[in-house]
């Protein structure tokens, strides 16, 4: 083989490694640090007029650990205060469950607070709120303290002072918790509109039957680490169908009126402090009231 096919061979290789150097260095040193703030208007026929234009801030999955500090999440609440939310929703997973997480033990109310929403904060826990032991749930009562409502099997009413109102309800953890939608949905009307927080997504398909308008989740890190051509590398429980973003949960039992799902990426990671290809994301709603032709 001549001299410059060997040379050329080397450069390659070598350049091949620097491209796969800097891919990881991006993974594990760049992307976990970046935020996405994604935005996105929500149409529905059940809307009450006087709820047109209210704006839904969801985050989920900070995993508050040694891999995202306290310094972090200050300015992800700076970032949500300056969207001046109406409703503010948490979707689970506050801190990580590790053995060896001293800020599980932190008030982080003071930080909350600081986060408003003239219509309402609410939370459900997700699986990692379960501590490291997994056996009994362990989350520290920062966000109750913060004041944000936390819906387990159960549901509020929004009502504005036109005395028009929506629902909001919320699950148990699906893995590790009791979910009872039964008992959450008993007072949801069919012809209201009714919002759902549920951390894992993939229950939309037990839920589907349900009069739910809206489910907002989290869990599945948007994959995590998502490659070209390959996919999400990281599948958890009852995150594997929906992944991220906004789906239309399709059911022959729901003719009229749609079964809509968004899936937020979350702000941490667990496990490695990785991600390539889902960037931690804030989600942006804003409902719209969706004016039919008999209207």
């Given at each position: ?66 891999d995202f500090s ?123 509109f009714n919002l ?100």
């Amino acid at each position: 083989m001549a001299n410059t096919e060997w040379l050329w061979l080397i450069g390659a290789a070598a350049a091949l490694f620097a491209f796969f150097l800097a891919v990881g260095a991006y993974a594990f040193f760049v992307e976990p640090f970046r935020l996405a703030v994604t935005r996105r208007e929500i149409e529905s026929a059940w809307l009450p007029a006087g709820f047109d234009g209210i704006k839904i801030v969801q985050f989920s999955d900070t995993h508050i650990g040694p891999d995202f500090s306290v310094k972090r999440l200050e300015r992800l609440i700076s970032v949500i205060a300056a969207e001046k939310p109406d409703i503010v929703a948490f979707t689970g997973d506050l801190f990580d469950a590790r053995k060896r997480n001293p800020e599980r033990d932190q008030d982080l109310s003071p930080l909350l607070s600081r986060i408003e929403a003239p219509l309402g904060k609410f939370a459900v826990y997700g699986n990692h709120d379960f501590g490291y032991e997994r056996n009994k749930r362990s989350t520290n009562p920062s966000l109750a303290k913060a004041g944000f409502e936390l819906l387990l099997n159960d549901s509020k009413k929004i009502r504005l002072p036109s005395g028009e109102h929506l629902s909001v309800a919320g699950l148990d953890d699906y893995v590790l918790g009791r979910p009872d939608p039964a008992r959450a949905f008993a007072k949801l009307r069919p012809d209201g509109f009714n919002l759902l927080l549920a951390h894992e997504p993939d229950a939309a398909a037990f839920l589907v039957r349900y009069p739910i308008d809206l489910q907002l989740s989290g869990h599945s890190h948007g994959g995590q680490v998502k490659l070209p051509f390959v996919g999400a590398l990281v599948r958890t429980k009852l995150g594997k169908r929906y992944l991220s973003g906004l789906h239309v949960v399709a059911d022959r039992r729901r003719p009229r009126k749609p079964y809509l799902l968004y899936v937020n990426r979350g702000i941490g990671t667990t496990r490695l402090r990785v991600r390539f290809g889902s960037v931690p994301e804030l989600c942006v709603i804003t409902l719209r009231r969706k004016i039919t032709s008999g209207a």
